[in-house]
């Protein structure tokens, strides 16, 4: 929760810095037999995926089997597909993909208005006692040499954004949580995690350092890092979207990511508790922190 005094960088690393052609054996492509098992609902308009936490979710230059969006193309045979939302690559779980343009437009509008419920779950250092609400607004970290990375701030280009956290499970340090959001702002979860003292495991940019981030990018996962990091990528996952606030009955869940359960099980000496297949139970968290 510290804010304060320190160093600006006027000069900040951009998302990918252009380093020449890719690494052999860096880029993630899919398999065409491995996109049908993500499925968790297809229709004549929205096809529903259990993204995996390495899956790009744009196009990229690597061909259409590197993303998922090229892969739905291929495997769908539409000349268009629409992203109603985005995951990072690093999160798994539930996104939800449009067949034609006025599916696209109604649920995009729907997310805008934040008339669609999303419900996370992440493993965070520390033992989090009890539920808690921040509600702090995010703008970019100028202290960062990461120039994607948010923090909280209340200076140019900050927007208000409510995180709801409440534990799950704890052991040996760490905790499972739910996340709930209130607004949709960009690494939400993930820098209100880092703001309230518990950062989400595995993250190269909000957790023990964002130089794990620019260390990464230059040189891949290392031992170095799987120390410091513990696992090789954030463990955050979208583990439900309800559309019946946008006018569709439709709630769609993935249980959680395997890696996810393997350090519940192995690091935490716990069983990650099942999602409940229905909409939770309204929960009042404690008062808002900040």
Not at 24 to 48: C, K, Q, S, Y
Not at 227 to 240: D, I, N, P
Request: one cysteine or more; a neutral charge; hydrophobic letters at 40%.
């Amino acid at each position: 929760m510290n804010n304060g005094p320190a160093e600006e960088y006027p000069i900040r690393a951009c998302a990918w810095p252009p380093r020449g052609a890719p690494r052999e054996g860096t880029v993630r492509m899919i398999a065409p037999e491995e996109l049908p098992t993500w499925i968790v609902h297809e229709d004549e308009r929205l096809l529903v995926l259990s993204k995996p936490g390495d899956v790009v979710c744009h196009p990229s230059k690597a061909g259409p089997w590197s993303s998922l969006v090229g892969a739905v193309r291929e495997y769908t045979q539409l000349p268009t597909v629409h992203l109603v939302f985005r995951l990072d690559r690093e999160t798994s779980g539930v996104i939800i993909l449009a067949k034609d343009s006025r599916m696209a437009s109604r649920l995009q509008k729907a997310m805008q208005e934040r008339r669609v419920g999303k419900r996370y779950q992440a493993i965070v250092w520390g033992q989090l006692s009890e539920g808690v609400t921040v509600d702090q607004p995010l703008g970019p970290d100028v202290r960062s040499p990461v120039f994607i990375k948010s923090a909280v701030s209340a200076g140019p280009g900050s927007q208000s954004a409510i995180t709801h956290f409440k534990p799950l499970a704890a052991g040996n340090g760490f905790s499972l949580v739910e996340a709930v959001l209130e607004t949709g702002r960009k690494h939400q979860i993930r820098a209100h995690a880092q703001w309230l003292g518990h950062p989400v495991v595995g993250d190269k940019i909000y957790g023990p350092s964002d130089r794990c981030y620019l260390d990464f990018i230059d040189h891949g996962w290392t031992p170095a890092l799987a120390e410091k990091l513990l696992l090789s990528r954030q463990a955050l996952h979208c583990a439900e979207i309800d559309l019946n606030p946008a006018g569709l009955p439709m709630v769609f869940h993935a249980p959680l990511a395997a890696d996810m359960r393997a350090f519940c099980a192995e690091r935490m000496g716990i069983t990650a508790p099942e999602l409940t297949p229905t909409r939770p139970t309204p929960w009042s968290p404690s008062p808002p922190v900040g």
